[in-house]
């Protein structure tokens, strides 16, 4: 697995080859045996390949006009109900305290990382994108307001001329301390 995460990169040009429907089960396949917290699971995913639905989640992106060039978008979605059973009005948005939603996202986070792994073990490309309100996606996508979208992936082939070369990391001695800090 090191390969695959030495190599993962955000890339934000993709070539015109559809992705084959088997490899975005796969991808969710790899999201869906993500660990979370007291095994709630929180994630759902929504998938987009409508050129206009991807038109208008590129503008509240941030107006991010290369994501239009991905085949597939995957809209990643956490949901609190499954931490908070009781039925009551509850909306989330990015300034909402409820520790339970720091929990949600969490989880959700391993979760698309499982697929953006997964995305370059079969040879495909992605990059996380979350520039955006809950307020200006919800809506594009049906989501109700007790949901928290974490972030959209673009999904593609890449075209690996507009991509460039591999992001420098820091060095693991930079990072690394033992017993404290």
């Not at 979370?36 to 590129?58: C, H, L, M, Y």
């Not at 974490?150 to 001329?161: E, F, K, M, N, R």
Request: include cysteine; charged fraction near 25%; hydrophobic fraction near 35%.
């Amino acid at each position: 697995m090191i390969k695959e995460i030495s190599t993962r990169k955000s890339t934000r040009k993709y070539n015109s080859t559809p992705v084959e429907d088997e490899k975005i089960i796969q991808l969710i396949e790899s999201a869906r045996l993500a660990p979370s917290g007291s095994n709630t699971q929180p994630w759902n995913f929504i998938i987009v390949r409508s050129e206009d639905t991807k038109a208008k989640i590129a503008e509240i992106n941030n107006n991010q006009k290369w994501m239009k060039g991905a085949p597939v978008f995957v809209v990643c979605v956490a949901d609190i109900r499954c931490r908070i059973k009781e039925n009551r009005d509850i909306y989330l948005d990015e300034n909402t305290g409820l520790p339970e939603l720091k929990q949600i996202i969490r989880d959700t986070a391993i979760a698309v990382e499982h697929i953006l792994l997964e995305t370059e073990s079969i040879g495909l490309a992605g990059c996380w994108t979350a520039w955006f309100s809950q307020d200006s996606i919800r809506p594009i996508m049906n989501i109700p307001d007790d949901k928290y979208v974490v972030g959209v992936i673009t999904i593609g082939y890449s075209d690996a001329s507009g991509n460039g070369n591999p992001t420098s990391r820091r060095s693991l001695e930079s990072m690394l301390r033992y017993e404290k800090w």
